[in-house]
C-alpha cells in the first residue's frame, strides 16, 4: 500500500514537471508580470457589493455600472487590437498598465451613478488595451506545441493572483473601507508595468516570427499581401458569438452571484473573497497537469464543450440546492473546473486561427466576446432579480448556456472538417507519370 501512494506521488510530481516543461524564458518573465498585476486585482471583483451596500444603490443600478466596465472593456480590446497591430504589443502592454492603474486613484472620490459609470469605463477601456497585445506576446513567444500550455501559465498567474487579491480585498474592505482597495489595485498595476518593461524589453525587427506555417522575420512583412480580415473569416465570427453566449453565464461569477452570496447566503466580503480565492486556488493547483493531459487526449472542441457544461452546471445547481450552504462551494468547484477545461483551449484556437499580421485584430475580436458579456451580464442579472427573483435568473442561464453548447458542438464539425481539407492539402502528391509514346 505503502509503495502505491509513493509511487501514485511520484507520478503526479513528475506530470507537475512534464507540464511545467519547455515553455519559453519570455513566457515564465511575462507570468511574473501578470502575477504582480493580479495580486491587486481587488476593486472590480467587490465593485458590485461596493455599490449596494457602500453607495446604497439598487441591484439593477449596480448591474448599469458594472455594463460600463463591460462596455470599456469592449472598447479596451478594439483599441489595444488596433494599436498592437501599428506599434506593437510591448507599447501597448506598458503603457495601458501604467495609465490604468492612475486611473483607479481617480475613482475614490466619484458618488453619483453617471459619475462612476464614466469613470469606471474610461479606466475599463485603458486597462483591457493590455489583453490582445497580451495574447499577441504569448504567440509570439510559445510554439504550436508550448502555447497551450503558455497560456495555462499565464492564466495560472492570473489565478495564483486572484487567490491572494479577492480574500485580501474582503478584509481590508472590512477593516478599512474600499478606497484602500482602489490606492492598491492602482499600485499594482503601476509596479506591473514597470516589470514588464525591465523585464521584456521591446523584440527587435530580426526576431522570427510564425506566420502560418513558415519561418519570417519582421521586416518580411512589408513585402507580404495582408492576410484576410477577423471580420471576414466566417468561422471566427460564429465562434466569438458562441463564446459570448458562454461568457454572459460565467461572468455572473464577478456580478450577481456576490450579491446573492451576501443577500440570500448573508456572506460578508472577507466570506466572499475567500470563495473566490477558493476558485483561483483550484485554477492554480489542477489546470496545468489537466491541461497537459486533456491536449494529448481529446478533440479541442470535446474539451471546450465539457467545459461549458461545468460553467453552466454551476448556475443550475443554485435554485435546486439553495437550502444547503455547501452549494456555494459545490458550485466554486464546477465553475473552476469548467474554467480550467474551457478557458486554454478556447484561447489556443483563436490563437491558431490567427495570421501573425492580423494577430492584434483577431485577439481583439476575441476579447470583444469577453468585453461583450460583461455589458450585457450585469444589466440583465441585475434587472431580472429585482423584476423577478434570483432562482428565475439561475434558470435563464442555463437556458443560455444549453445553446452556447449546441454552437460549440456545431462548430466541432466545421474544425474537423477544415482541419481534414487542411492535411490534404498539405500531403505530398505523386507526379503523374507520363505515358511513352
Known amino acids: ?45 467587490f465593485l458590485s457589493i461596493y455599490l449596494t451596500s457602500e ?31 501599428r506599434i506593437g504589443y510591448h507599447s501597448v502592454m506598458f503603457w495601458s498598465f501604467v495609465l490604468g492603474g492612475i486611473g483607479f486613484f481617480f475613482l475614490i472620490p ?19 488595451c493590455f489583453r490582445p497585445a497580451n495574447l499577441t506576446a ?15 501559465l499565464i492564466r495560472l498567474a492570473f489565478n495564483f493572483g486572484m ?26 498595476c503601476i509596479l506591473a508595468g514597470t516589470a514588464f518593461y525591465f523585464l521584456l524589453p521591446k523584440k527587435t525587427p530580426n526576431t522570427v516570427v510564425e506566420l502560418k506555417d513558415e ?36 461572468m455572473h461569477l464577478f456580478t450577481v452571484l456576490q ?43 470535446n474539451i471546450i464543450i465539457i467545459g461549458a457544461f461545468l460553467i453552466g452546471f454551476a448556475f443550475w445547481i443554485l435554485p435546486i440546492l439553495d437550502f444547503w450552504n455547501g452549494v456555494l462551494i459545490l458550485s466554486i468547484v464546477a465553475i473552476s473546473f469548467g474554467e480550467i477545461i474551457n478557458f486554454p483551449f478556447l484561447n489556443t484556437v483563436a490563437l491558431k486561427r490567427a495570421p501573425a499580421d492580423r494577430r492584434g485584430e483577431y485577439m481583439g475580436l476575441y476579447g470583444m466576446s469577453f468585453s461583450l458579456a460583461l455589458i450585457v451580464a450585469p444589466t440583465m442579472g441585475g434587472y431580472i432579480v429585482d423584476w423577478f427573483s434570483y432562482n428565475t435568473l439561475w434558470f435563464f442561464l442555463g437556458g443560455i448556456n444549453l445553446v452556447a453548447m449546441a454552437g ?14 487542411s492535411k490534404e492539402m498539405d500531403e505530398p502528391h505523386p507526379k503523374p507519370e507520363l505515358e511513352s509514346v
Do not use: H
Not at 504567440?139 to 495555462?152: F, K, P, V
Not at 479577492?166 to 482602489?182: D, E, M, R, T
Open 408 to 421: 460549440f458542438w456545431y462548430l466541432r464539425k466545421l474544425y474537423r472538417e477544415e482541419n481534414d481539407q
Open 163 to 188: 487567490s491572494f487579491g479577492p480574500a485580501v480585498g474582503g478584509l481590508i474592505a472590512v477593516q478599512y473601507g474600499y478606497s484602500k482597495l482602489f490606492m492598491i489595485d492602482g499600485c499594482t
Open 55 to 85: 453607495k446604497g444603490y439598487s441591484v439593477g443600478e449596480a448591474g448599469l455600472v458594472l455594463s460600463c466596465f463591460g462596455a470599456g472593456s469592449l472598447a479596451g480590446s478594439l483599441i489595444g487590437g488596433w494599436l498592437t497591430d
Open 259 to 301: 450579491v446573492y452570496q451576501k443577500e440570500v447566503f448573508l456572506l460578508n466580503e472577507f466570506e466572499i473573497g475567500l470563495l473566490l480565492g477558493f476558485n483561483c486556488l483550484l485554477i492554480v493547483i489542477f489546470e496545468m497537469p489537466l491541461v497537459y493531459v486533456l491536449e494529448k487526449k481529446y478533440p479541442v472542441f
Open 215 to 250: 519561418k519570417i522575420l519582421d521586416t518580411d512583412f512589408v513585402n507580404k499581401p495582408k492576410s484576410k480580415s477577423a471580420y471576414q473569416d466566417v468561422f471566427f465570427l460564429k465562434y466569438v458569438f458562441f463564446i459570448f453566449l458562454n461568457m454572459i453565464v460565467f
Open 1 to 45: 500500500m505503502t509503495r502505491k501512494i509513493t509511487s501514485l506521488i511520484q507520478n503526479i510530481i513528475q506530470l507537475y514537471i512534464k507540464s511545467f516543461s519547455g515553455l519559453s524564458r519570455e513566457i515564465w518573465l511575462l507570468t511574473a508580470v501578470m502575477f504582480i498585476n493580479r495580486c491587486g486585482t481587488m476593486v472590480i471583483v
Open 138 to 152: 504569448v504567440g509570439i513567444y510559445s510554439t504550436d506545441e508550448t502555447r497551450t500550455r503558455s497560456l495555462s
Open 110 to 128: 466619484l458618488e453619483t451613478i453617471p459619475q462612476l459609470s464614466i469613470g469606471v469605463f474610461i479606466v475599463s477601456t485603458i486597462n483591457d
